[in-house]
Each structure stands twice: as structure tokens, then as C-alpha cells.
């Protein structure tokens, strides 16, 4: 772009912010202030998305094409100014424009409240999906639920994690653009009635239902300078007229305005339990009520191309259900089919099995989703209908195919008995879906040879893989512009939409001059994080420490512990004086609990016990800091991964279905320490064995140990620094005050069987971490790994995933 029209351009932004201030905000626009230029930029830059979108929506009706429909209970798109502003790329506009008016970009983008609208990897996974569907204009939409509060908004009090109210909403987002013509109602509750069709069929319709309208809610997902806007549309529950009318009749004033607020509690929060979700009557109503509405959508659509029959639905629409939680798609679809469109059974359950597939995202028995039969015959007692008789059919033909196979029966059928009748989501998705995929290679063996093992045997083909990948936009380009610019310096731009041409870096990993430049950027954004963390907790910290983090959602599998037992290991021998010299660490730890997990709430409560320990203990001075930086979330993430040299990858191997932090960190240039888990031991394949930090237990060794023989305390014995650390914990040494807090820890470690095996890798962890810091010492290898890291991630963008479902299980092109 020329000067002058440069200029003609940050002109016409500023009197486009300066009357947004005016006209839409009511403010007066002098002095400029923070707040309103911040929303009178987000408007202005809206502006110049919305034309684009409206053209990319209308060419999808032009080419009549096959649409993806990317349906997922939870997205974590971080903030969005910065993306639209470079996807639009008018950075440099922008950032000219609001320094005229005395402000700064940077400042105006911490104005941004994240949406916290899912509650970590698979949320955020959700979200890169769409930031590459954009970018490689695969023709779809995303659909969620407009949660009112996100996730928990996290606060350490003394220690301890509170939990305060995300209430996002509360000052209007300018992002999410209200639709309140496109309602649809929902049904719930009620009962399913049999009647004779004048055919003297007998079939079913669902009477004496309450209900709900759903709004929709649209928000803007563009792809990188490529003109094409994605839409997500979020659906938001508003109480229906007839509804209240009901009350009001009876002069129910008060009751009405309660059943009002009631009902619109549906898309009021997100539930914040990560891989274990309960069997809440509110989350089935919310997972049935973004079903119906997007089903609703989805056909208004498909009749407005004209259709000629619904045998070609399933070459107009593909569905793909992120993890069960939409998966009460299939029984609604057939509804929908059989009861209102007259279809036969067999005809719907083909055109089901062609628009479906399933994505598992977790092999955790806990997280496996089902629900009581009570609950859905009361809350849907159509779909219970329909489920018993999918069900029936299957079983029919399993017992067909495996005659006197009872055991085989009892593994597949959609129904458990053991606790009670629970519906197995999971086994609904599986036989309603044409294909089934896991996000990592590891997980999608482990799901054809051990949790689905029967249901691989009777679908061979069904099950395939689809390693999950991360938008280099957000997490390379924005959240690192140093490195992008110096990556952009050697080998241009073009892997911003290909990131294979990253391995053009290795050619520079031993050159002395890119190495110290690539040390520079590295050393800058540690100073920035050094500022952060003074800034949020008033902790000074040296960037010339090796920053180790371990930042992720808390859970025992994900093995915070370990790392723990690292730190207390290390603080001993700088104590005792053991180590000649040590290398000196930083670690950051973060990340939520879900508030009903007390041992995830204890571990956080332990890590911070020991970081005032060890960093208020002057033998240790600056050689071991330990900090937890409270409310882990997008934005926290892009400030952190920068900054790492150190990722902590080391959950028990088999647990992680795949990880998508990992790759953050490794693109940009950290180095891994890891098990043989999820998608690290893909990471690994690419970056090479000698620029991984690899240690611990197979995921065949885990399986091996649960199933007998294994003796933690018999580990604990005879490791004297491990036991010391143990003893250290269970005794009160973090805990003065209250001796036996941590108690329970160690007794999940020692008496209660350490499921984790966290004893078991303890030694072969610290053994690596040695070799950690005598790598880190040598700064030209160092720095050759790290970019060498950088260099051999082109595998891991979402762009590919993305091509992977279209290609493979979507079955749609990319629009020229
Ligand atoms: C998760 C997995 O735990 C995580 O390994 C994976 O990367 C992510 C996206 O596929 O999905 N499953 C659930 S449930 N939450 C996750 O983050």
C-alpha cells in the first residue's frame, strides 16, 4: 500500500473510532479515554469485517455447496480485536491511528475480557478448528451456547483457589451480534403420544411439552487476509411468550416472571468440569437445547437450497459432534425424520449414519458420558423412545452376526445396567456416526484396541485418527510477533498459511548470528513475562533463569504432583549444598480446578505452599522460585508460552488423549520434557529424539502395572530423596500451621495405590531435569534444539487437521 493511501486510511479509522465513541457509545469523545477508544476501535474494525461476511455467507448459498456443521458445547477463542485486526491486516493502521489519539494498542487490547466459553484443550481445540476452517475456507459454521458466565474467574487466597463469576456479558460484547430474528422453539418434558396416521400407520408425536426459545447469537471468525468470515452462532435461551401468558392468565404475575428466568437459566453457565462431567439435569437441558435449535437451523437451511428429497441431505450437510456432548443429535435427527417428515426408520437411520461423525476426545473412564434413562424418558421421552430403538435393531443385529454372544451383548448395548439404566453417549455416537476419530495416534489406538475394542471389530474402517493441531495465527503471529518477525526475517510469510515451510528454519539452527538473534527474542519476551508476573503478584523474578512451566488444567493424571516432588527434590539439594552448582530455575505453574475436585484444589494449595517456602527461604536466593499465576486462560497462555524454555508435558502415558499446549510450546521454541503420551510422542517423531527431554513409564507399562503388581511404597523406601520430599509434605513442613493439610496426597500416593503412577517415573523424571539443566548451560546446543523445535512443527497447524476431516470424513473442497 502506497503512503498516501496510507494515510488516507488512518485517517478514515480515526473519524470511524471517533464517531463510534460519538454516535454509537454516547460519549463525548475528548479527552480520549481508554475504555470507549477501545470499543470505538473494536467498532470500526467490525465494520470492515461485516461486509466480508455477508459475502462469504451468501457465496455458501450461491454454490450450493456441502456445509460442516462444527458442533461443540464449548469454545475459548480468546480475545478477538488483535485477530480481526490482523486478519484484516491493518495492524500497522491501527496501532498509527490510536497512537494519534495518545493511546496505545497494546494497552486498548488488555481492555478485552476473554470469553471463557469452554473449560480448557477441548474448548480451545473448538476454537483453532474454526480459525482454520476460515483460513483454508472450508464452507461451515461452528455452533455453541452463549453461556452468560465462563468459566470461573480464579483468585488464590492464601493459598487456596476461590471462585468468582465470569460474568462477561456484563458490559455488551461488540463481537457477538444478537439475532433476535432467529428463534426457534425447544421442547422439553412432556410425553410421547401414539396415533394412527391415515395410512393406519402407527406412529408417535411429543405432546404437553414446556418450552424455550433459543436466540441466535452470531460471532465473526475471519481467516487470515483471505476475505472469508466464518460464522458461530451461539445460541442464547429466551423465555417464550405462551409460556408466561400461561401465568399471566391466571394472574400469576410473579410466577410468571420466575418461570421466565427459569427457563432462560439454560444457557445462564458453562459447567466447569473438565474431563468428568456430571449428570446434572440442567446439562442434559443445555445439551438438548443447542441440538434442537441447531438442528432447526440446519434444516431451515437445506430447504431454502431447494431440495428435491432428504436422501441428498447428507451431501448437503455433514455434522461433526466434538465429544458426546451434542451426541442426543442422532435421537433428534431421527425424530425429526421419522415423526415430522414421514420417513421410514431405515431410510432415516442411513441419512443419520452419513451426516454423522464422532469425535472422542478422552479415554478417562470418568469422563465417558452417560445418563440415567429416567432423566431422558422425563426431560425427552421421545429420544428415549427412539434410543431404545436404535438399541433394539442394533443388538438384533449384533445377536445376528454373534449368535449366543450374551457378554459381547452386554459390552455394546447402548444401555448400562450396572448403576442403574444409563445411556452410554458414547456408544449412541459411535453406532449413529460413519466415522469416529481420536486426536492423537496413540489415543486412536487406544480406542480400537481397548475401550471400543468390540465396536472396532464389528465397524472395521470406522475408527480412524485425526491429530489435533493449533492456529499459527493465534499462537505463533500474535502471541509471539518477535519470533514471527524474525522467523519472516530468513524465510518470509508463507508459513502463516502453511506452516510446513517452517523447516526452511533448520538450515539456520547452527548459524552463530540467527542463534543469537534467536536468543535475543527469546530473552525480550522473558523480560515481558518478568514484568507481567511483577505486575500481577508483585514477585520479582529473573529472566536469565530457566523458565520451566507447567501450565494446564489441574488434574491428577496431568501429574502436577510430579513436578512438585522435582521442586522439593531440587530445594533440598541447594539446602543440603549436594549440587556443586545448579542451574537456576523458575517455575510457573497454572491452571483451574473444577470446583467440586478437592484433591485438584488441594494439589494448588500445595504447590503455593511450596513457593512461599522455597522463594521466602534466603539459602535458596535466586537459584528455585516457584510462582502460580492465578486465572490461567487464553491471554494468560499467549503471554506465558512465549516465554518458555522448559514445557511440561508429563502425564501418565495413555491418560492425555493428546495435548494441544505441547504444541504451542514446542512452536515456539521451548523445549519438552515429556512421556510417551498423546500427541508428544508425535512431536517428538518430528522434532527428533535428540531435541525432546524423554522420560518414564509406556502407555503398555501402564497397563501393565494396573493390572497387578505394582508397589509404591516399596519405591517410596527405597528412594531416600523421594522420601525425604513425601515425608516433607505428609509431616507439615509446607504446612505448619495445619500439619496433616497435605495429608491426603500422600496417602492417594502411598496408601491408596498411586493410580497415577507418579512413584513409579519419580526417578527417571529427575534423572531427565538433570539433563535439562546441563543441556540449558550450553547455550549454542540450547538454542540449536529450540529451533530446531520451531522448525520441524509444520505438522501440528490446525490447517492441516482441518484438510484431514474435510478430506477425509467430511467429504467437502475448500471454496475457490
Ligand atoms: C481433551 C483432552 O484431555 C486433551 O488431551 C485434548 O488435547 C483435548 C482436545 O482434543 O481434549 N479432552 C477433554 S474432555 N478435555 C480436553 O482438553
Redesign the pocket.
Known amino acids: 500500500m502506497t503512503a498516501p493511501e496510507s494515510n488516507q486510511s488512518v485517517e478514515s479509522l480515526k473519524d470511524d473510532i471517533q464517531r463510534h465513541v460519538a454516535l454509537t457509545l454516547g460519549s463525548d469523545p475528548f479527552p480520549p479515554r481508554k475504555g470507549r477508544y477501545y470499543l470505538g476501535l473494536c467498532y470500526s474494525v467490525r465494520d470492515r469485517l461485516l461486509g466480508q461476511w455477508l459475502e462469504t455467507q451468501r457465496s455458501y448459498y450461491d454454490s450450493i455447496t456441502k456445509r460442516v456443521y462444527y458442533m461443540s458445547l464449548e469454545f475459548l477463542p480468546g480475545r478477538f480485536l488483535m485477530n480481526y485486526i490482523q486478519a484484516l491486516g491493518m495492524e500497522e493502521e491501527c496501532r498509527e491511528a490510536v497512537r494519534d489519539f495518545g493511546l496505545d494498542l497494546d494497552e486498548l487490547l488488555e481492555e478485552e475480557w476473554n470469553p471463557g466459553l469452554g473449560?480448557?484443550?477441548?474448548?480451545?481445540?473448538a476454537s483453532c478448528y474454526m480459525d482454520s476452517m476460515a483460513t483454508c475456507r472450508i464452507p461451515g459454521y461452528g455452533y455453541g451456547i452463549l453461556y452468560d458466565y465462563g468459566i470461573f474467574y480464579q483468585t488464590i487466597v492464601n493459598g487456596y483457589q476461590h471462585e468468582g463469576a465470569d460474568n462477561w456479558l456484563r458490559q455488551d460484547s461488540p463481537w457477538v451480534l444478537r439475532r433476535g430474528h432467529f428463534m426457534f422453539l425447544i421442547n422439553f418434558y412432556g410425553r410421547s403420544e401414539a396415533y394412527e396416521d391415515s395410512a393406519g400407520h402407527e406412529r408417535f408425536r411429543w405432546v404437553d411439552t414446556e418450552s424455550v426459545m433459543a436466540m441466535a447469537c452470531d460471532i465473526m471468525v475471519p481467516g487470515h487476509q483471505n476475505g472469508h468470515v466464518t460464522n458461530m452462532r451461539l445460541w442464547k435461551a429466551i423465555s417464550t411468550r405462551d409460556f408466561e401468558l400461561e401465568h399471566f392468565n391466571r394472574g400469576d404475575y410473579i410466577g410468571a416472571v420466575q418461570s421466565k428466568v427459569e427457563s432462560e437459566n439454560i444457557s445462564k453457565v458453562l459447567y466447569p468440569n473438565?474431563?468428568s462431567p456430571r449428570g446434572k439435569e440442567l446439562r442434559l437441558r443445555q445439551q438438548y437445547f443447542f441440538v434442537a435449535a441447531t438442528f432447526q437451523d440446519i434444516l431451515r437451511r437445506f430447504r431454502k437450497n431447494n431440495y428435491s428429497s432428504f436422501d441428498c441431505f447428507p451431501d448437503q450437510v455433514a455434522v461433526q459432534l466434538n465429544?458426546t456432548h451434542p451426541a442426543i443429535s442422532i435421537a433428534e435427527l431421527m425424530r425429526i425424520l421419522v415423526d415430522e417428515e414421514s420417513l421410514t426408520w431405515e431410510t432415516a437411520w442411513t441419512i443419520c449414519q452419513k451426516t454423522f461423525s464422532y469425535?472422542n476426545?478422552?479415554v478417562?473412564p470418568e469422563?465417558l458420558e452417560t445418563w440415567s434413562v429416567e432423566l431422558i424418558g422425563r426431560m425427552l421421552p421421545r429420544h428415549l423412545q427412539i434410543i431404545f430403538e436404535i438399541n433394539r435393531r442394533f443388538l438384533d443385529d449384533v445377536g445376528k452376526r454373534f449368535p449366543g454372544r450374551v457378554d459381547l451383548l452386554r459390552s455394546l448395548s447402548l444401555i448400562a445396567e450396572d448403576n442403574g439404566k444409563q445411556v452410554r453417549m458414547a456408544h449412541l455416537a459411535i453406532i449413529g456416526s460413519h466415522t469416529v476419530n481420536g486426536?492423537?495416534e496413540l489415543?486412536s489406538k487406544i480406542l480400537k484396541t481397548r475401550l471400543f475394542k468390540d465396536f472396532d471389530n464389528l465397524y472395521p474402517g470406522k475408527f480412524t485418527n485425526v491429530t489435533?493441531g493449533i492456529t499459527p495465527r493465534r499462537w505463533l503471529m500474535q502471541a509471539n510477533p518477535a519470533l514471527s518477525e524474525l522467523i519472516g526475517s530468513v524465510i518470509g510469510d508463507e508459513w502463516i498459511h502453511d506452516l510446513s515451510h517452517l523447516s526452511e528454519l533448520a538450515a539456520y539452527a547452527d548459524d552463530p548470528e540467527f542463534q543469537q538473534r534467536w536468543q535475543e527474542v527469546r530473552k525480550r519476551n522473558k523480560k515481558l513475562l518478568a514484568r507481567y508476573v511483577l505486575r500481577k503478584l508483585g514477585v520479582g523474578i529473573n529472566p536469565a533463569t530457566l523458565f520451566d512451566m507447567h501450565i494446564k488444567?489441574i488434574h491428577e493424571y496431568k501429574r502436577q504432583i510430579l513436578n512438585v516432588l522435582h521442586v522439593i527434590t531440587l530445594y533440598n539439594r541447594i539446602r543440603s549444598g549436594s549440587v556443586a552448582h545448579h542451574v537456576p530455575r523458575t517455575l510457573f505453574f497454572a491452571g483451574k480446578a473444577a470446583p467440586g475436585y478437592m484433591q485438584a484444589k488441594l494439589i494448588i494449595k500445595l504447590i503455593n505452599a511450596v513457593g512461599q517456602a522455597v522463594n521466602g527461604d534466603p539459602a535458596v536466593g535466586n537459584d528455585l522460585r516457584v510462582v502460580f499465576l492465578p486465572n490461567y486462560c487464553v491471554s494468560q497462555a499467549e503471554k506465558l508460552i512465549p516465554a518458555a524454555d522448559l514445557s511440561e508435558q508429563i502425564s501418565t502415558a495413555g491418560m492425555?488423549?493428546?495435548?494441544?499446549g505441547n504444541m504451542k510450546f514446542a512452536l515456539n521454541g521451548a523445549l519438552t520434557i515429556g512421556t510417551l503420551d498423546?500427541?508428544n510422542i508425535e512431536i517428538r517423531e518430528v522434532v527428533g529424539e535428540d531435541n525432546f527431554f524423554l522420560f518414564g513409564h509406556t502407555e503398555e507399562d501402564v497397563h501393565r502395572l494396573h493390572s497387578g503388581g505394582y508397589d509404591p511404597v516399596q519405591i517410596y523406601e527405597s528412594n531416600i530423596e523421594l522420601k525425604k520430599a513425601l515425608d516433607m509434605i505428609s509431616t507439615g513442613f509446607f504446612s505448619p500451621e495445619a500439619p496433616g493439610l497435605f495429608r491426603p496426597i500422600v496417602d492417594s500416593l502411598l496408601a491408596h495405590g498411586d493410580y497415577y503412577l507418579v512413584l513409579a517415573d519419580y526417578a527417571k523424571y529427575v534423572a531427565e531435569q538433570a539433563r535439562v539443566s546441563k543441556c540449558y548451560e550450553d547455550p549454542a546446543l540450547w538454542t540449536r534444539m529450540s529451533i530446531l523445535n520451531t522448525a520441524n512443527m509444520g505438522k501440528f497447524s490446525s490447517d492441516r487437521s482441518i484438510m484431514e476431516y474435510a478430506r477425509n470424513i467430511w467429504k467437502v473442497s475448500p471454496l475457490t
Not at 119 to 125: F, I, K, S, T, Y
Open positions: 473449560n480448557g484443550g477441548l474448548g480451545r481445540l473438565d474431563t465429544d469425535t476426545h478422552t478417562l469422563a486426536v492423537a489415543h489435533n488444567r492425555e488423549a493428546s495435548g494441544t498423546g500427541a
